[in-house]
């Protein structure tokens, strides 16, 4: 039995619409795949901040060697430090409080 003309052109038809049905359906997986793993990596940046923020509070109620537990403190401390640093090395003549005029840099003369 010989294959006829008509018959090639179903088969032919029949083949692009299966090729069609099975890309949408691997489509639609690779699709739901990719969404699961973004769920999964939006649980793990979840889980990790909430972690990050457990530890924070744990260190925050530690007590200092010097008694305190409050870090707002120790970092007023550090920046109080940090600035008495910089007003040690600029030169003497920058650290005296100069006379500024109150408009200064608000008038701007345009009459020239």
Do not use: H, R
Not at 11 to 16: C, E, G, N, T, V
Not at 44 to 54: A, F, G, H, L, R
Not at 80 to 88: G, I, L, R
């Amino acid at each position: 039995m010989a294959i006829q003309p008509i018959d090639l052109q179903t088969m032919y038809q029949q083949q692009a619409n299966i090729s069609k049905i099975v890309n949408t359906q691997q489509q639609a997986a690779l699709t739901e795949q990719m969404q699961q793993e973004n769920n999964i990596q939006k649980n793990i940046e979840k889980n990790q901040s909430v972690q990050k923020t457990q530890t924070d509070k744990t260190e925050a109620n530690k007590a200092n060697e010097d008694g305190s537990n409050s870090s707002d403190f120790n970092s007023q401390k550090s920046l109080n430090k940090q600035n008495q640093k910089k007003k040690e090395e600029l030169p003497p003549s920058e650290n005296v409080n100069k006379y500024t005029p109150p408009n200064l840099g608000k008038m701007i003369d345009i009459s020239s």
